[in-house]
């Protein structure tokens, strides 16, 4: 990804707080909204979705000795307006790249808050064969169409389905990682 890339996709800055209550420096979130901007763009389920997700902003498991990841954003329409209480539905593999598919293990929804800023605690996913590491992720303004997509890391070009667009904006603490991300919606 081009530099001059790169800053047409970084917008809004947030400060986002880490797992243990301190608060990091801030990252940008990516990508942008604004007169320009087009909607986050749609990606597979994929074979492992499990509805009905319990509701939580903390993925961790008991006993992981996954890194920590903290995943932090906003939710917004193509005109930069917040999405109160969209629906985040996440699921992504194990430190080991398997996914849980009689629980509920690193699954899991939440709702943006009025500003449309979500925060979610998981571990930083293994690689799954033959895939970039990912996130999936369903989003959803209230009473609209329901986005479906998934979340890639910098650096981690692996396979047909990676798009830039997806990547999250990233850093790593000696705490875990911090990830950014805006979610642009047809609210």
Known sequence: MTSNHRRRLLGAVVALPFANGAFAQDLPLTPACGPQAELTPRQTEGPFYTPKSPQ???????????ERLLLTGRVVSRQCRPVAKALLDFWHCDQNGEYDNAGFRYRGHLYADAQGRFRLETIFPALYPGRARHIHVKAQA???????????????????????????????RPQGRLAAFQFIVDA
Request: hydrophobic residues 35%; without cysteine; charged residues 30%.
């Open 142 to 172: 209230p009473g609209r169409r329901i986005l479906t997509t998934q979340l890639y890391f910098p650096g981690d070009a692996r396979d047909f389905l990676w798009r830039e667009e997806l990547v999250v904006a990233m850093e790593r």
């Open 56 to 66: 939580r902003s903390s993925l961790i498991e008991p006993g992981s000795k996954g």
